[in-house]
Every structure is written in C-alpha cells, then in structure tokens.
C-alpha cells in the first residue's frame, strides 16, 4: 500500500520502519527541519541537550525497549545507568519515591506522614471509595502528612491548578502503591527500594536522546520529508489525498489540535472536543556548568517548593552520558511547566538559576551557558471532562478510516516505549488490512 503518516516523532517513524520493513511504500510528512518532536536534542558547541526536558530509555515492555536499543546501537551505543531520584525537601536530600523517603524528614513530618498513611489505609480498608479527583485521590491514597509535605505542593507546582479540578482515573498505574510495611521501614529509618521498573535505565553515548530517532530513520526504507507542515487532508472514495496526492491509508501522529484543521470531514462537535484539549507546555532550560568537583551521582530530582523558584524537575544531565558535556563541565535541565503563554527573558531565567542556587543545585557564577525551549505540548490536562471528552474524539476517528496515534495523536499519557508499542499494534493492524484487501477496513481501538 501507499502510506502517509502526518508527523515524524518517534511514534510516526517507528511506525514507518516496520511498514517499509513489509514492503509497504511510506511517505512520513514532518513539519519541522528535522525528525524526532518531543525526543530532539540539540548542540550548543560542545554540549548536547534534550529538547523536552530529560528523557531516559527504559520500559516495562521488554519488546518495545528492545526495539528501542537496536536503534540506539544496542549496549555498545548506550550507556547503563543506575537511577538515583531524589526529592529536595526544604534543606534535605530525601529518596524518591517519597513514601520511601519518610525516614529522612523532620520528626514531626513522619509522624504527620505516618498518621495520615494509617488514616488512609484504615478509611480504605472500611470501604472509602476511590475518588474522583486528583486531590482528594491524593488523601484517599496517602493520607494527609504526604499530601501537605509533598504530594499537592509538587503536583500544584508541575500541573498548574487546583488538584481539584483534575480526574484520578489517569494515575492508576503510573503512581505505584507502596506496600505499607516498606512505608513502617522508612520511617523508622530502614532503606527500602519503592518501585522498581525504573531502577535501572539506558541512554544514548552520543547525541542525546534524539539518537534513537536518528537510528529509526537511517536506513528505515521510507521516504522522510521535513518542513512539511500538511495542510489538507481528506477521504477520496476507497483512497485519501494529502495535500493533493493520493495514498490508500493515511496514518496521524500529530498533536490533534495542530492538524484538526487540515482534515475535512470532521464533525462540528469533535472539533469542539480536540479544541478544547489544551495542553501543558514546559520551558526546557539548559543549563552548562563549569566543575570544581564531579556532579553529585544523582539521575535527576524534584522541585516542590516556590522558593526554589518555578522549575519542577531538574535532570543532572551529564551523569546520562559523558558526552553531554565537555571535559571539566556538567550540565542541567531544569523543566517549567506553564499553561497558556510563558515568553522567558533575561530576568525570569535569572529566577530560575537563583532557585536553583538556593536549592543547593548549582552555583549561580559556575554557569557558562543557560539557553531555553519552548515545548508546546508536553503534558496532557487531565481536567475532569478530558475522559468523555477524548473517548468521543476517538471513537469519531476510529470508526473514519484514519488511524491516529501517539502522545497526543491519540492522547494517551505515553512515553517514548509505549509509542512504539502502540506502532506495533498499528503495525499488525495494517498488516491485517493489507492481507484482507477489502477497502471496509476495521478499526484501530
Ligand atoms: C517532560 C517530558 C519528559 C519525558 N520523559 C520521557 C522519558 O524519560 N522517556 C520516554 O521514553 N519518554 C519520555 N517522554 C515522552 C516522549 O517524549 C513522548 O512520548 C514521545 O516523544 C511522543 O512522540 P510522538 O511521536 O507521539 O509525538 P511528538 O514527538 O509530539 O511528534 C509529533 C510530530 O508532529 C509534528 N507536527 C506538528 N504539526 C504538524 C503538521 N501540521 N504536519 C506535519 N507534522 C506536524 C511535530 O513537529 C512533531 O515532530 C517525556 C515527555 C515529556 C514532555
């Protein structure tokens, strides 16, 4: 078949790949210069950044992480790093997952922490139903001490509203529950791990994380055209036309509120929906040092305090690989999420590096370099409407002949891994319209 796929992020070129591997002739349309979306990187001299903040291979999906190596050049192109996450709370360095941490707080803290976690794991053991908002959800499963001492500051911090107005559903799954004696461990000072499918990641030696795009597209057999940002889009009988040439299947991975516009046919009220679904966007800073004495081992830790000034996370960049930095130098990636418009000048990234200073991250006179970018969406808003809201959107494009996926193709809260999953299950599902050769094609679910 003749394939288009709207955008050349990971999950459109992923996707790419294992057509062309099956023969298929595919056209991958990509507005910006150059290929990878959430997952570049970028140089300035000698140091290399990640675009979107800091970004690690790893995967509970052994496949798709697999997949993900064999682009990056296997164990000989990555390096393998161990995790180490923590949380800078007020004047301490307290282990991440928090609940694993609680040893390390203030006395009165654990004993804050503690109580609530009983309360709440009493409440729920009576019956106390879950929720559904993210903040209540936050009482419900942690109790009160966890949720004044870091849950809500930092979720306020990164989500920019009221926990209120947010839905729980979407955190199941991505915020494990700490078994409560490993919770009675830490607090009495005893190490316990907390979840472990992140305790070990890999990274790219050289060119940052954009590398494992590079590595999907090199060789990936499809045709790859940038600076095409596509305009019109539309069914032609059995056959679609993009921009005026025909293909038999058209394949979305872009941000649906940026090529809404271009695809004829939609219904007023699905429009309505996709226009409504605003994202979260982040200023990325990337931040040079230069070291008198090697960077703490640290993988990267979370901000929950205003007086650390408004970055949420910060990632201790050159500990990924060495190659991110020159010789004598570290480096930072300090990630600001904002909602509408954020336009950083010289006084508000001099706020973000004094936060920092004051956070104990950094010197402020050791910085040789402080750049930003800007990344429109980063995160989606799991207000309270977003469930119905994008059930409807996809359930419109999944009964219209045009497949969308990816983060916000498909707007499902994916990393880089389980995009690619998701391109093998669109991979097979176009393998079974390929070998039914009936133009009723079924949906992707
Ligand atoms: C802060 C942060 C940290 C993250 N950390 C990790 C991590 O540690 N590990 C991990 O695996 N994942 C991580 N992720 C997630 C990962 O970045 C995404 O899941 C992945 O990059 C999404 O890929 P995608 O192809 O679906 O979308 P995108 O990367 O958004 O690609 C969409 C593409 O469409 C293009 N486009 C837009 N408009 C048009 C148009 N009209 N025509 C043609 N093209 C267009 C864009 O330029 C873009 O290239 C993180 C994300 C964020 C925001």
Redesign the pocket.
């Known amino acids: 078949m003749k394939i288009a796929i709207?955008?050349?992020?990971?999950?459109?070129t992923a996707l790419a790949r294992m057509l062309a591997a099956d023969g298929h002739r595919v056209t991958v349309?990509?507005?910006?210069a150059r290929?990878?979306?959430?997952?570049r990187s970028r140089k300035y001299g000698e140091f290399t950044f990640d675009e979107?903040?800091?970004?690690?291979?790893?995967s509970k999906d052994k496949k798709a992480l697999d997949w993900q190596l064999d682009r990056c050049g296997g164990e000989a192109g990555t390096m393998r790093v161990e995790r180490n996450t923590k949380i800078r709370w007020h004047d301490r360095w307290v282990p991440y997952p928090f609940e694993n941490g609680v040893g390390h707080l203030t006395q009165d803290a654990i004993v804050a922490c503690m109580k609530g976690y009983i309360d709440a794991h009493v409440e729920r053991r009576l019956g106390v139903p879950c929720p559904p908002n993210f903040r209540d959800w936050i009482h419900w499963r942690m109790g009160a001490g966890f949720a004044e001492h870091f849950m809500v500051p930092y979720n306020e911090k990164i989500w920019k509203c009221d926990l209120a107005t947010m839905a729980s559903g979407w955190v199941a799954g991505r915020v494990p529950e700490a078994p409560i004696d490993d919770v009675l461990r830490s607090a009495l000072g005893q190490a316990t791990q907390g979840y472990t499918h992140q305790s070990i990641f890999w990274f790219p030696k050289h060119g940052g994380f954009e590398s494992m795009v590079r590595g999907t597209v090199e060789q990936g057999g499809f045709d790859l055209q940038c600076g095409?940002?596509?305009k019109s889009v539309r069914k032609d009988g059995a056959k679609f036309s993009v921009d005026g040439e025909s293909f038999d299947l058209v394949v979305n991975?872009?941000?649906l509120p940026?090529?809404e516009g271009?695809i004829e046919g939609i219904p007023a009220e699905i429009r309505a929906d996709i226009r409504a679904m605003v994202p979260i966007s982040?200023i990325n800073v990337m931040i040079g040092v230069k070291l008198d004495e090697p960077m703490p081992p640290l993988s990267w830790i979370y901000l929950p305090f205003a007086d650390q000034g408004p970055t949420n996370r910060v990632t201790y960049y050159s500990n990924y690989s060495p190659n991110n930095a020159p010789a004598g130098h570290g480096s930072f990636l300090a990630?600001v999420t904002y909602r509408g418009k954020l336009v950083p000048d010289a006084a508000w990234m001099e706020h973000v590096l004094k936060g920092l200073a004051r956070a104990g991250i950094l010197r402020r006179e050791q910085v040789v370099l402080a750049e930003w970018c800007d990344?429109t969406?980063?995160?989606i808003d799991q207000n309270l409407e977003f469930a119905a809201r994008v059930g409807r959107v996809r359930s419109w494009f999944d009964q219209s002949g045009y497949i969308t996926f990816?983060?916000?193709?498909r707007y499902e809260y994916?990393?880089?891994?389980?995009?690619v999953a998701r391109a093998m299950e669109v991979h097979a599902h176009i393998r079974e319209i390929a070998a039914s050769g009936a133009p009723a094609r079924p949906a992707f679910r």
Request: charge should be negative; hydrophobic fraction near 40%; include cysteine.
């Open positions: 709207l955008g050349g992020g990971i999950s459109g349309l990509e507005a910006a290929p990878g979306g959430l997952c979107a903040g800091g970004h690690i291979l790893f095409v940002r596509v991975t872009v941000p940026q090529i271009a982040l990630e990344n969406f980063a995160y990816g983060r916000f193709g994916h990393n880089s891994d389980q995009c």
